[in-house]
């Protein structure tokens, strides 16, 4: 495997993704990143210079509209799906020590 | 014939004529899913109080004339990656268990307002990144031809469904394969369009870049007809383009005289099944009998769309799933600081498939690795673009196998992730090309498993698949005969 994953990479790797691994998981983690980041390898393969990224596949730019609300309040509805709810408002776990 | 036996368009002139009521349509729905949903599992929510509400409203307006439209009356599965407005809606994940959308999908509004009744919402992969639908939070669909095997996936429900006559037709999502892949495995048709001829709006982003929603039918007419309601551009999707050429059902004509068919040298190589290989060049022979011009050509840069597609779709995915954090609505894990809060209830509710993806793509979009993996790519996605566009200056449609086997064995592919994408090396470019394909039964291997056919067109160029599938349709079923 060319591409070795280590602790320090997956820890970031962690942050990034906002997501909490078990060891277990870290250790299967760096063996799935690693095949895939070979796999993905292949793609040095290609002489890609002077070729421009394509992000969208139709010559698209900007579309804009004007700034006018055209949905209707849907609050409550909404505030029936927070996992926790007060006073019309989400509520979260404490922020910042009291 | 039973009512169960019609396609979606015959059974809503049925219920125009007056045959058959939209409520019996419902009963016959029912009744099948009674039969066969507790071995299959084609359903995350099926809504038996409101379809039948629905139907009440649906058959007043078609008995007053209100209703005239190709899929009045008729009872539709929705893939649920696709909000539906007061019905659950879960992307097939823990961390939607219990989220309830306050607004319908944009395509599923199109179809109730052409007076389509919507029974439930599909099984899938995980927030659609699978070929099995065997990641679901909710267990696994089975394969209605043979339970021992996968129906594919990710729009494994909707598939199974229609092949099952757990429905009349549904709605999928098909962002490398999604909509084809199991379409084949189950032996029915399903299409995936133009990117950007069918709004996003309400569709749960997986790559936002290569989704698109499209229908999985029981024959060609019914595709068409569905792709003609729900294609159009809407504002709410800002990518969703203006065209004037929808009117996909004019194309459903049996005649391909002249039409210019490349079939890919490259498809057709190594890792492609032998019985899968038979069967679509048979299918190949049949449209060149019948009047098409056939001939093979090197497509290039086939074994690099894969990658592509991983590094692509995976920097996306981390990107749209970052939204999902305990906040506002789903799954939170009972934690008391906020920063951990979040990161416990990722983990948690994201299955190991979802998670292998996101750390991926939060890799390939870290400073110091964006250029090289994903700028990368964006590059190759271009090269392949233009192999594409060099090969329609020359061809109307490219024909090929839509996957290199027919469905394996249930549990067989999630062992090796990377041999389960590589059963994606046919249909991924088109998403990444923007391209319409649509996938059509060519007949079944030794074990009685369905293989399918795929279509590729370019861009805005689905009448000619539409006319081409029709007519491979028709041939084969003359064929059988």
Not at chain 2, 214 to 234: F, H, M, N, Q
Not at chain 2, 367 to 383: E, H, I, N, Q
Request: hydrophobic share 40%; proline share 4%; glycine share 8%.
């Amino acid at each position: 495997m060319a591409n070795i994953i280590d602790d320090a990479t997956i820890e970031y790797v962690g942050i990034l993704a906002k997501l909490e691994l078990t060891d277990e998981e870290k250790e299967q983690a760096k063996k799935d990143m690693g095949s895939m980041l070979d796999y993905i390898d292949k793609l040095g393969e290609l002489d890609t210079t002077g070729v421009e990224p394509m992000s969208h596949v139709f010559p698209v730019q900007n579309v804009f509209r004007e700034d006018v609300v055209t949905n209707g309040d849907a609050r409550e509805q909404i505030l029936a799906n927070a996992p926790e709810e007060k006073d019309g408002m989400f509520v979260v776990p404490q922020t910042f020590p009291g | 014939m039973k009512i169960a036996d019609y396609t979606a368009v015959e059974l809503s002139e049925q219920i125009k004529q007056g045959r058959v009521t939209v409520k019996e349509a419902l009963d016959a729905v029912f009744e099948q899913i009674d039969c066969t949903e507790e071995a299959i599992h084609c359903y995350v929510t099926i809504d038996r109080e409101r379809a039948y509400r629905q139907a009440q409203e649906v058959q007043k307006k078609i008995d007053a004339g209100e209703l005239t439209g190709p899929l009045a009356g008729v009872p539709f599965a929705i893939k649920d990656n696709l909000c539906t407005e007061g019905m659950l809606t879960t992307c097939s994940s823990k961390i939607l268990e219990n989220f309830v959308p306050t607004y319908s999908a944009e395509a599923v509004k199109r179809l109730e307002a052409a007076g389509a009744v919507v029974i439930g919402k599909t099984n899938m992969d995980e927030f659609a990144m699978g070929s099995t639908t065997e990641t679901s939070y909710f267990g696994i669909t089975r394969n209605p031809r043979n339970t021992e095997h996968v129906p594919g996936g990710s729009s494994g429900g909707s598939a199974a469904a229609v092949a099952a006559g757990e429905c009349f037709a549904a709605l999928g999502s098909d962002t490398g394969g999604s909509i084809r892949q199991p379409a084949s495995y189950c032996g029915v048709v399903g299409m995936k369009p133009t990117y950007g001829t069918v709004s996003r709006y309400g569709l749960i982003a997986y790559g936002s870049s290569l989704d698109q929603i499209g229908p999985l039918t029981k024959d060609v007419r019914d595709c068409a007809a569905i792709l003609e309601v729900i294609a159009g551009e809407d504002k709410k999707d800002s990518t969703s383009m203006k065209r004037e050429d929808t009117n996909f059902t004019e194309a459903l004509v049996d005649d391909v005289k002249g039409m210019r068919i490349g079939i890919p040298r490259d498809y057709f190589g190594e890792g492609l099944d032998p019985e899968v290989k038979q069967a679509v060049l048979a299918a190949a022979k049949v449209l060149e009998e019948r009047g098409a011009l056939v001939e093979e050509f090197d497509l290039s840069l086939v074994e690099y769309a894969i990658p592509t597609y991983y590094t692509i779709a995976a920097a996306e995915a981390s990107s749209n799933l970052e939204r999902f954090d305990g906040v506002k609505y789903g799954y939170r894990a009972p934690v008391d600081d906020l920063h951990p809060m979040y990161k416990k209830t990722r983990s948690e509710g994201f299955g190991a498939e979802v998670k292998r993806r996101i750390m991926l793509g939060s890799f390939v979009l870290s400073s110091g690795y964006y250029d090289a993996y994903y700028l990368k790519a964006l590059r190759v996605k271009a090269l392949i673009k233009k192999a594409f566009d060099e090969a329609f200056a020359k061809y109307d449609v490219i024909l090929g196998p839509v996957a290199p086997t027919t469905a394996p064995r249930l549990g067989e592919s999630l062992a090796d992730p990377i041999k389960m994408y590589l059963g994606d090396i046919y249909t991924i470019s088109v998403n990444l090309a923007g391209l319409p394909g649509i996938s059509i039964p060519c007949g079944t291997d030794s074990k009685g498993l369905p293989i399918g056919l795929q279509l590729i067109g370019d861009c805005f160029r689905e009448k000619n698949l539409i006319r081409a599938a029709f007519t491979a349709e028709k041939a084969l079923q003359e064929e059988r005969r």
